[in-house]
């Protein structure tokens, strides 16, 4: 019988105190007596949950599931959530990562996900050895999460292969996983929390304490445009747009209508500037014009 050592749990090294990781614990207890000759075959069936994007109310969940019956090892379930960063692919690759940490050194899993972007994404980091440069890390989105996938996979030195299986079809071992993740939003007392020290990442970026796990340059140019929104629509002159319903993102794709993201054009910027104007009705004077158009006012 092989039973998880708590001095050096993988677990324990990842996750704050909560009642998930009590769960896993368990589950981790569960799985540790079956020594197949040194084989270890686990297979999960994962998924994860967005619901509400864009509201107050929204929320990811996940789960899993070990419902193999090869080598008579036991069904084990799972299924928790974890909060910031919503995106259905964030789910995907949480379950994965907490699978991954409930098996035996040197086992041998197979996943099953709907996730093709997750798949696509583990190949890639595989082919490196599931080693990360700073470079690499703050150019992909949910990096904490795939640095921990990292760790997880060459302190165990695990083997893992992912395939795809069809979402919503006839497959009831998927089927009942989706529905298990679903029914997991509703449950306010089972989450996720990871410790900031999981990854060996010497500087991780932050913003207001929150630990940014994004694309770095996006969330960069997110916040800029958003700082460069407030400033304008707080502009006195501005102050009528406060009262209105006002589709910013439509707004500013029409000033930028005729601007390639890669170019920088004199003409562009001009036309740029002349729209800006006449928004906020700041409309030039005709020696304004004549510096502008010349030939239009030549006497």
């Known amino acids: ?3 998880p050592n708590l001095q050096n749990n993988i677990i324990l090294d990842l996750l704050d105190l909560s009642t998930s990781r009590n769960d896993l614990l368990r589950i981790q207890r569960t799985l ?3 020594d197949n000759n040194n084989y270890h075959l686990f297979e999960f069936y994962t998924d994860g949950s967005l619901i509400d994007l864009n509201a107050e109310q929204c929320s990811i969940s ?12 036991p069904h084990v379930e799972f299924y928790s959530t974890i909060d910031k960063w919503p995106s259905a692919y964030r789910g995907e690759l949480l379950v ?13 899993i197979i996943i099953k996900t709907d996730s093709l972007n997750v798949i696509t994404q583990y190949e890639k980091i595989k082919k490196s050895h599931f080693t990360q440069t700073s470079r690499e890390y703050f150019k992909t989105n949910d990096n904490f999460l795939w640095a921990i996938l990292c760790r997880i996979i060459l302190s165990l030195n695990l083997h893992v292969k992912m395939f ?6 006839s497959d009831e071992d998927n089927n009942y996983i989706d529905s298990l993740a679903k029914n997991t939003h509703l449950d306010q007392n089972r989450y996720i929390i990871f410790r900031r020290d999981t990854v060996n990442m010497k500087i991780l970026s932050c ?10 340059h996006s969330f960069i140019k997110t916040i800029s445009n958003y700082k460069g ?20 993102m439509s707004t500013f794709q029409c000033l930028n209508c005729d601007i390639v993201n890669n170019e920088t054009s004199v003409s562009s910027s001009k036309i740029k500037a002349q729209k800006v104007h006449l928004l906020i009705e700041e409309i030039p004077t005709i020696e304004k014009m004549k510096k502008s158009f010349f030939d239009m006012y030549d006497e």
């Open 32 to 34: 540790a007596p079956f």
């Open 207 to 216: 913003w207001n304490g929150i630990l940014i796990e994004n694309r770095l």
């Open 1 to 3: 019988m092989i039973l």
């Open 62 to 73: 996940c789960a899993f599931a070990q419902i193999s019956d090869l080598f008579e090892i």
């Open 229 to 248: 929104l407030e400033k304008f629509i707080n502009l006195n002159r501005n102050s009528k747009y406060h009262q209105l319903e006002v589709d910013w």
């Open 96 to 108: 994965i990562i907490l699978a991954l940490s409930v098996v035996l050194p040197n086992s041998r």
């Open 164 to 169: 795809k299986v069809a979402a919503h079809s």
